[in-house]
């Protein structure tokens, strides 16, 4: 549970980085669109990494949600050890955890590196952020 709080403070330390950066509500709205959307769609959820070009398959390392959602995937999958196949035409049959996250392109001993990977991610954002507002802070007046 502790992992999943990590990855939603995670991403409200690049909310203040754009915060602390742009001026404008709209101006960090519009730079954070791209990074959203590509960093969504190459995150596992919507696109399976597995069928990835290689010219296209480094996109997923600078995306947070694809640690994460690597990380929950790992965690929800990892424990189990057997699922019952129905017997059907057109459907295959996985047996295991293990072989859901292979099929999705995830891989359990991706875990830990997910993880400084996100506390990287979380540490560089958050010194941006604060970079920003001690550059911004620096040309007003206090009262």
Same mark, same amino acid.
């Given at each position: 549970?502790?992992?999943?709080?990590?990855?939603?403070?995670k991403?409200?330390?690049?909310?203040?980085?754009?915060?602390?950066?742009?001026?404008k509500?709209?101006?960090?709205?519009?730079?954070?669109?791209?990074?959203?959307? /590509?960093?969504i769609?190459?995150?596992?959820?919507?696109?399976?990494?597995?069928?990835?070009?290689?010219?296209l398959?480094?996109?997923?390392?600078?995306?947070?949600?694809?640690?994460?959602?690597?990380?929950?995937?790992?965690?929800?999958?990892?424990?189990i050890?057997? /699922?019952?196949?129905?017997?059907?035409?057109? /459907?295959?049959?996985?047996?295991?955890?293990?072989?859901?996250?292979?099929?999705?392109?995830?891989?359990?001993?991706?875990?830990?590196?997910?993880?400084?990977?996100?506390?990287?991610?979380?540490?560089?954002?958050?010194?941006?952020a604060?970079?920003?507002?001690i550059?911004r802070?620096?040309?007003?007046?206090?009262?």
């Amino acid at each position: 549970m502790a992992i999943i709080k990590f990855f939603y403070y995670k991403k409200l330390k690049m909310g203040s980085f754009l915060s602390a950066t742009f001026d404008k509500l709209e101006t960090a709205a519009l730079f954070s669109v791209p990074f959203d959307l /590509i960093g969504i769609m190459f995150s596992g959820i919507y696109l399976n990494l597995n069928s990835v070009s290689k010219y296209l398959s480094w996109v997923h390392y600078i995306s947070s949600f694809y640690y994460g959602t690597e990380s929950v995937s790992i965690l929800q999958w990892d424990s189990i050890s057997e /699922i019952k196949c129905v017997n059907a035409p057109g /459907i295959p049959c996985i047996k295991t955890g293990t072989e859901v996250l292979r099929r999705y392109g995830y891989s359990e001993e991706h875990f830990w590196r997910n993880c400084i990977g996100l506390a990287a991610m979380y540490l560089t954002y958050h010194f941006i952020a604060f970079t920003m507002v001690i550059r911004r802070s620096r040309g007003t007046p206090v009262y």
